[in-house]
């Protein structure tokens, strides 16, 4: 098995190590001051994957309902943290949760489940373009003006349309050099996962060991905004065929967890706000890879 088989076969495992060494090694939080250009390079290399001819075959329609199913997570997920009486830092954490894209091998496990890869590849595209002026817009909305979005706009632009873009625009002017390096570009994205993921997780060590019942309640708060996604996106998908409803539940259910982590320290918001971007992506794992097992069980 080769390195880039084990980090990506087994990444649920790394996520989890990840958390386990953030906790038990605070110091670790020193990698957060990195977020930006981890978050680039992790936006960059999953890109580089992404090719024109992927967008031109999809429906518009479609498309635009799984935007629709998009728009909605993040006042969900307010919904979800103020029915369990979260703090406004945990509340706002939520709610870029919700905002962000979706997550980025959402492509992936939607081509193990037997989706349409080519939709959740171009909602993935188009949400990550829009997200510059989503995310800021609806933090603002339901935070009440009390969250800083410019900060979130300049690390947007910085660590994830600038990258996408570029990556997006480098495959389509050389795909067979940037096609060469396939089998790779996952496993960097991965690995910056995991290295954002684990520095995180140190940053909020010392808040949830003082205080462990933040993690009873957040954990709840995932579990139920992620069960929720996927309903939505069944939802938004239904009229659609079978492997349109399998795209449109992973894009709208899962959540890129470290975008959402990594954006809430590099733009400055408190540290605890991140908290629920590590529990989700403990839950997110997990779940889609169970479902993508059985989407291509029940076929």
Known sequence: MSVTDLIE?????????????????PRLAVVTRASTMILAVMIGSISLTLSVEQFRRIDARTLGLVLVGHVAMPFLAFGVARGLGLSPELTVGFVVLGAVTPELVTPVMTELAD?????????????????????????????????????????LVVA??????????????????????????????ATMVILVIGGVTAAN??????????????????????????????????????????????????????????L???????TIASLPAVAFGVVEMATSAGLARWFRRSR
């Open 115 to 155: 989706g349409d890869t080519a939709l959740s590849t171009t909602a993935l595209v188009v949400i990550g373009v829009g997200s510059v002026g989503f995310i800021p817009a609806v933090v603002a909305l339901l935070a009440g003006g009390s969250v800083p979005t410019r900060p979130i706009v300049e690390q």
């Open 160 to 189: 994830v349309v600038a990258p996408m873009l570029i990556a997006v625009e480098a495959r389509a002017w050389q795909p067979d050099r940037m096609s060469a390096y396939d089998a790779y570009y996952p496993a960097i994205s």
């Open 205 to 262: 060590a010392s808040i949830v060991r003082s205080n462990r019942s933040i993690l009873a309640g957040v954990g709840a708060g995932v579990v139920v905004l992620n069960g929720v996604g996927y309903g939505v996106g069944f939802l938004v998908g239904g009229a659609g065929s079978r492997a349109t409803r399998i795209a449109s539940m992973l894009s709208v259910g899962m959540r890129d967890f470290a975008v959402a982590a990594a």
């Open 264 to 270: 809430v320290l590099a733009a400055g918001l408190p």
């Open 9 to 25: 076969d087994y990444l649920f495992v790394w996520v989890l190590l990840s958390v386990g060494v953030g906790f038990a090694v």
